[in-house]
């Protein structure tokens, strides 16, 4: 479901990226980070409303602004979206994030190599998330 996820600052960085399918996949992060830092502020200026999705063919990119303006975003396949399991999702990483890191993110000075160490706890709310949609299917059925 989740193929990639990237968590952006006020600025437009690029603070963390993951991508769950292609480990060794490091694309040009920080260019696409300011496109998606830039959609979401015209969104916001000139509609009032919060960008959530942006639909491609084959993927969707699933965008959660936090309260505190951080953009976090999931790129998953087109066909195997449940947007309350990605609201879910996202919440719980930027708040495992920001607590986690809220020190590094008073004194920000763009050195992005501090949230390497994040990509484990991302690992393990998104196969948690996953679990629990997969038992709450079941349970319905």
Do not use: P
Not at 62 to 83: A, D, G, M, Q, W
Not at 85 to 107: G, P, R, T, V
């Amino acid at each position: 479901m989740i193929q990639e996820l990237m968590i952006i600052n006020k600025a437009g960085i690029a603070l963390f990226y993951h991508n769950f399918v292609d480990v060794n996949n490091f694309d040009d992060q920080q260019s696409l980070a300011s496109y998606f830092d830039i959609i979401c502020r015209f969104t916001k200026n000139s509609f009032k409303e919060s960008l959530r999705m942006l639909t491609l063919d084959s993927v969707i990119f699933f965008f959660y602004t936090h309260k505190s303006n951080y953009h976090l975003v999931l790129k998953c396949l087109n066909k195997e979206i449940n947007r309350k399991l990605l609201e879910d999702a996202a919440e719980s990483i930027i708040e495992s994030f920001f607590k986690k890191y809220s020190e590094k993110l008073k004194d920000f000075n763009g050195e992005v190599s501090h949230f390497k160490s994040f990509a484990k706890i991302v690992q393990d709310i998104v196969s948690t998330k996953l679990t629990d949609f997969k038992e709450a299917i079941s349970v319905e059925h």
